[in-house]
């Protein structure tokens, strides 16, 4: 017997059992969260190698397909005939691409690591010096304080005796483990540049098959929607792509000028580790909000163990330099690509930041706008189903001037309707 899938009851049937099988998942998911995490977790580890590669992939878009369009152009122009000019530009493109990845993490790799080391070495170095200064310091300014001068000279004189009865009775102790965690991390390392070299190699195909992927999945909607519903998907993809792309590529552009702005104004007065706290506080700057102050806190920490008056100025410094960037630099650059109100902003970061950590601190905002997109449109599709107004000013009550001026209101509102009545 044929069943039609079209009737009225056998829809509603089908939608019943949807619903309970899905709350049946959802209560098993929520009864057992914990084998659920490690699933995920699992799955995850499986398919970061394709995180990377597809990241990768879209942050080298841009560089592949100028490439691509600029080596067929050349290749057009050439009188004798070259054998497969598309496979050729491909190829092409895809070299340039990775090899722009691999200089530019190479760079990155080389400027900060050296600084680093060096950094650390200096630290190790300036300590004793710097406890001599701290309570040479101390003794002067809390000579009206015997007792917290008597405490903190006890807590640096035992700082050494502290140190080895801290390595003695716990770091030895406690060697197997420590031991344990060392070769996890070399692990971890390993698997990092093992998923490094192998997102390189799925970077590739994705951006050699990026038009047959588009094109299935273009398939796929054609065959499952209407038309106007496939064309509201194609609509939202594009939309959630440009504001993406236009996001993160002004976060990059607007972060790297940051940190020659930096590199130069500290070459200029001569501070210590330039190269490094640039590159620190033009990566940080990535990350909106926080980033500014996650970048320079650490800069001036390192700043204070060379030279104290080298952190004050260089915190006056960073301050201006933000105030630059947030009020005349990112506009510029962004345009006001996402259209959230500051507190938006704020909850994007946070949000993302608390769930995943750096990349959702970085993300939190492209993609929370593309939300608030959505149910914008949904919200407003519905009021005008309904005969209702969708501008925010319409629903807006400034309780204020109400409230302070209640006369002056109600004139200018009956001066407004004669005046309407006039004409």
């Known amino acids: 017997m044929k069943v039609n899938f079209d009737e009225k009851h056998v829809k509603w049937g089908v939608t019943i059992f949807l619903v309970i099988l899905c709350s049946i998942i959802v209560f098993f998911a929520i009864y057992r969260m914990r084998d659920v995490s490690n699933v995920i977790n699992v799955v995850i580890a499986i398919l970061t190698p394709f995180i990377y590669g597809l990241v990768m992939a879209y942050l080298l878009c841009p560089i592949y397909n100028f490439t691509v369009r600029g080596t067929y152009s050349l290749i057009d122009r050439i009188k004798f005939k070259v054998p497969r000019p598309l496979t050729i530009s491909k190829a092409v493109g895809s070299l340039i691409a990775v090899i722009f990845l691999l200089v530019v993490i190479s760079g990155i790799l080389w400027m900060i690591i050296p600084g680093l080391i060096d950094s650390i070495a200096n630290i190790i170095q300036l300590l004793p010096d710097s406890m001599d200064e701290l309570k040479a310091w101390l003794d002067v300014h809390l000579v009206n304080l015997p007792e917290a001068q008597a405490v ?10 502290n140190a080895i009865n801290f390595v003695t009775e716990t770091l030895l102790p406690e060697y197997t483990s420590i031991a344990a ?18 997102g390189i190699i799925i970077c590739v195909y994705f951006l050699n098959s990026k038009d047959i992927f588009e094109a299935q999945l273009k398939k796929i909607i054609a065959a499952f929607f209407s038309s106007k519903t496939a064309e509201e998907i194609r609509s939202g993809a594009a939309y959630t792509n440009e504001t ?17 702005i930096c590199f130069i104004v500290m070459s200029i007065f001569g501070w210590e580790y330039t190269l490094l706290i640039s590159c620190i506080i033009g990566i940080t700057n990535i990350i909106p909000f926080f980033g500014p102050f996650i970048g320079a806190i650490p800069s001036a920490l390192l700043l204070l163990m060379v030279e104290p008056r080298q952190c004050i100025y260089f915190v006056i410094f960073i301050i201006l330099l933000q105030q630059f960037d947030g009020n005349f630099l990112l506009p510029k650059i962004q345009g006001g690509s996402t259209g959230l109100a500051s507190f938006w902003v704020l909850f994007a970061v946070l949000v993302g930041g608390g769930l995943f950590g750096f990349i959702g601190m970085v993300v939190g905002i492209p993609v929370f706008a ?48 004669r005046k309407g009545g006039k004409k």
């Open 244 to 260: 993406f792309g236009r996001f993160i590529n002004g976060q990059i552009i607007d972060s790297f000028i940051i940190g020659l």
């Open 152 to 161: 903190i000279d006890g807590w640096i004189n035992n700082f050494t005796e």
């Open 181 to 198: 965690g060392i070769s996890e991390g070399v692990i971890g390392v390993f698997n990092v540049v093992k998923n490094f070299f192998l």
């Open 370 to 417: 593309v939300i608030y997109t959505y149910v914008s449109r949904a919200i407003n599709n519905r009021l005008e189903k309904r005969g209702l107004a969708t501008s925010l000013e319409d629903y807006r009550v400034d309780s204020y001037t109400e409230r302070r001026e209640p006369r002056r209101t109600e004139r200018r509102i009956r001066r407004i309707r």
